[in-house]
T-cell receptor, first 115, second 117 residues
Framework: QKEVEQNSGPLSVPEGAIASLNCTYS??????FFWYRQYSGKSPELIMF????GDKEDGRFTAQLNKASQYVSLLIRDSQPSDSATYLC???????????????FGQGTILTVHP | GAGVSQSPSNKVTEKGKDVELRCDPI?????LYWYRQSLGQGLEFLIY????????KSGLPSDRFSAERTGGSVSTLTIQRTQQEDSAVYLC???????????????FGPGTRLLVL
C-alpha cells in the first residue's frame, strides 16, 4: 500500500463546476497536509495546508481533513480552465520530537477544466 | 524576497559523468530539501537538511548520490557516475521550521532537468 494515494485521473469537469480531489494516507500519526498545484513543466506551488480536522477555506479552494478516516480532500469551486493542472497531495509523516520536514507526496491527480 | 533558485535549469550529460546541481534557498529558511521527479511520477524525497543537524539521507537511492549544505544556506547535490535512470527533474525546496507543530510549508525552486544520455 502506498503511503499517500490519489486517483491519477484525469478528472475532467466543465468550467464553473466544483472539482473534488481526494487523497488518503496510511500513517495515522501524520500531522500536516498540503495541496500543491503543478502545471506541466513547472515546479509545484502551494495551494493550501491543513492540520486540523474539518474544513479550511481560501477563496475558491476548500481543504477538508478527516484524520479518523485518514482522508484529505480539496474542493475547487467555480473551476476555471486555468485550474487545469496536476494536484499533488503531500503529508508530513510526523517523526516525533521537534517538527520534521520530510513530505510524502501522492502521485497526483490530473485535472482538466473544459470551457 | 527572492524565491528558491536552482542551477543549472537544464543539464545534459553522458552516462558515467559526474554532475553537480545547486540550490539557493529562500533567505532565512533553515530547512532545505531535495526531491526527484521522474517523468509521470510523483515527487520522491531524497535528502533533508535542518540547521546544523545531521541531514536525513534516507531517500538517497544509492551511494552515487550525495549532498552538502555549506554555511546553512546553499546546497549542492552531486550524482557520481550518472546512469540513464538518473534522468529526472531534481527539485529543491526550503522552509521555516516550527518546533513541535509539525507544520512546515515548503516552497519549491524551478528545478533542474537532468538528462543522461
Amino acid at each position: 500500500q502506498k503511503e499517500v494515494e490519489q486517483n491519477s485521473g484525469p478528472l475532467s469537469v466543465p468550467e464553473g463546476a466544483i472539482a473534488s480531489l481526494n487523497c488518503t494516507y496510511s500513517d495515522r500519526g501524520s500531522q500536516s497536509f498540503f495541496w500543491y498545484r503543478q502545471y506541466s513543466g513547472k515546479s509545484p506551488e502551494l495551494i493550501m495546508f491543513i492540520y486540523s480536522n474539518g474544513d479550511k477555506e481560501d477563496g475558491r479552494f476548500t481543504a477538508q481533513l478527516n484524520k479518523a478516516s485518514q482522508y484529505v480532500s480539496l474542493l475547487i469551486r467555480d473551476s476555471q480552465p486555468s485550474d487545469s493542472a496536476t494536484y499533488l497531495c503531500a503529508v508530513n509523516p510526523w517523526a516525533g520530537g521537534t517538527s520534521y520536514g520530510k513530505l510524502t507526496f501522492g502521485q497526483g491527480t490530473i485535472l482538466t477544466v473544459h470551457p | 524576497g527572492a524565491g528558491v533558485s536552482q542551477s543549472p535549469s537544464n543539464k545534459v550529460t553522458e552516462k558515467g559523468k559526474d554532475v553537480e546541481l545547486r540550490c539557493d534557498p529562500i533567505s532565512g529558511h533553515t530547512a532545505l530539501y531535495w526531491y526527484r521527479q521522474s517523468l509521470g511520477q510523483g515527487l520522491e524525497f531524497l535528502i533533508y537538511f535542518q540547521g546544523n543537524s545531521a541531514p536525513d539521507k534516507s531517500g538517497l537511492p544509492s551511494d552515487r548520490f550525495s549532498a552538502e549544505r555549506t554555511g546553512g544556506s546553499v546546497s549542492t547535490l552531486t550524482i557520481q557516475r550518472t546512469q540513464q535512470e538518473d534522468s529526472a527533474v531534481y527539485l529543491c525546496a526550503s522552509s521555516l521550521v516550527y518546533d513541535g507543530g509539525g507544520l512546515q510549508t515548503q516552497y519549491f525552486g524551478p528545478g533542474t532537468r537532468l538528462l543522461v544520455l
